[in-house]
């Protein structure tokens, strides 16, 4: 199995910053396959994709609505993914998920499936 666990969420006027970060673990979990990538959720909304990073590190891709603003790194020695997030909106209100998985699957066509692994969400509030 894999374990995923998100921290750094929490509370910040529009036009501050935050980062977010998720540590893996597990047995399954395998840095050299596996990317890694944030969705998130707002309320009566649907889950979507923020950013997402391959094996290396070396490509990543962001949802429209954050690139610019967000960023993703992962740290393979430490087996950690982290979101800066910059120049936060009201609008980025969401849960902040974590996920590790198939790259194609996740970070390309955004699709997850149950075969992914998900953290338990860590709430970011923007206030206006």
């Known amino acids: 199995q894999v374990q995923l666990v998100e921290s750094g969420g929490g509370l910040v006027q529009a036009g501050g910053s935050l980062r977010l970060s998720c540590a893996a673990s597990g047995r399954t979990f395998n840095k050299y396959t596996m990317a890694m990538a944030w969705f998130r959720q707002a309320p009566g909304k649907e889950r979507e994709f923020v950013a997402g990073?391959?094996?290396?590190?070396?490509?990543?891709y962001y949802s429209d609505s954050v690139q610019g603003r967000f960023t993703i790194s992962r740290d393979n020695a430490e087996n950690t993914v982290d979101l800066q997030m910059n120049s936060l909106k009201p609008e980025d209100t969401a849960v902040y998920y974590c996920?590790?998985?198939?790259?194609?699957?996740?970070?390309?066509?955004?699709?997850?499936?149950?075969?992914?692994?998900w953290g338990q969400g860590t709430q970011v509030t923007v206030s206006p």
């Open positions: 996920a590790a998985g198939n790259y194609m699957r996740l970070v390309v066509n955004r699709t997850p499936s149950n075969d992914d692994y």
């Open positions: 990073v391959n094996w290396s590190g070396g490509t990543s």
